[in-house]
């Protein structure tokens, strides 16, 4: 079954919006080209994506039962980790978001899977400001493998 927790735009200021736990306030911090490259950066109670753009930006988080379909077809970038919410909260904000009023979403409490599919991403102006990049962020209950997969990388700038 799938449930959409949220859909509308964020500031994704610092290229950056982020689902944390909303009892575990720390964000993962391994800021390496590498972990940046992959658009994801998972924490133990966090995770990080990485956007194309330094602005407001649309994004849809959906609730899944299970691990979701693949549709790498469809998307330019899908990467995958997880990540614990053992408060069964979750906050959704860009980076410098002011956290009392951020977005908050019910999951299962427990671990998560979590996939992110970006599309859009060639479609930026020469200045980087507008686009028809989009974000698509999956969870589902579930104990993933530790660490970040790239299940599908985009190559471009």
């Not at 330019?76 to 979750?90: I, K, M, N, T, Y």
């Not at 019910?106 to 996939?115: D, E, F």
Request: charged content about 25%.
């Amino acid at each position: 079954m799938l449930k959409v927790l949220y859909q509308g735009n964020l500031l994704a200021d610092y290229f950056k919006i982020y689902l944390r736990d909303e009892a575990h306030a720390d964000l993962p911090d391994d800021y390496t080209s590498e972990a940046i490259s992959k658009r994801l950066m998972a924490g133990p109670h966090a995770n990080i994506l990485h956007t194309a753009r330094n602005m407001t930006v649309p994004i849809r988080v959906e609730w899944h039962d299970q691990r979701p379909a693949l549709d790498l077809g469809a998307y330019q970038h899908v990467v995958e980790a997880r990540f614990d919410c053992p408060s069964g909260q979750l906050v959704l904000a860009g980076l410098t978001d002011y956290d009392p009023t951020a977005s908050r979403l019910s999951v299962k409490a427990g671990p998560l899977g979590v996939r992110a599919s970006l599309s859009g991403l060639d479609t930026l102006s020469e200045d980087g400001l507008e686009g028809d990049d989009q974000y698509v962020v999956q969870l589902w209950p579930g104990s993933e493998p530790e660490g970040v997969r790239v299940l599908k990388a985009w190559l471009g700038e």
